[in-house]
């Protein structure tokens, strides 16, 4: 009996330093890159597209948007579509 006593003494003690043993912090996640979906979402609405966009695209524009901010950075990337031009024809 002392025996089965001093293999969970052991082990309760094994377990206790695995949870006191500090980790390393956690490598950034790619998804840092990435705004919130509803960032495209709205993206879309204000281009005309949020119609004809589904979930599964959003998903794809979100997942190109996170290669490129993570490859390139996003000061290039526009946080709002450029304004919309109206050209007037004269007949």
């Known amino acids: 009996m002392d025996k089965g006593k001093s293999v969970v003494a052991e082990l309760a003690a094994s377990f ?3 949870l006191v ?6 490598e950034p996640q ?3 890159f990435l705004p919130s979906p509803s960032f495209f979402t709205k ?7 949020t ?6 695209d959003i998903n ?3 997942l190109a948007y996170m290669s490129e ?4 950075g996003t000061s290039h990337l526009r946080e709002h579509p ?4 109206i050209l007037e024809y004269f007949l």
């Open 16 to 18: 206790s330093d695995v």
């Open 51 to 56: 119609q004809t966009l589904s979930d599964v």
């Open 21 to 26: 043993t500090p980790r390393e912090p956690p």
């Open 30 to 32: 790619a998804k840092s």
């Open 43 to 49: 993206f879309a609405r204000e281009t005309g597209d």
């Open 60 to 62: 794809i524009i979100a």
């Open 69 to 72: 901010a993570e490859i390139h």
């Open 82 to 85: 450029p304004p919309l031009k």
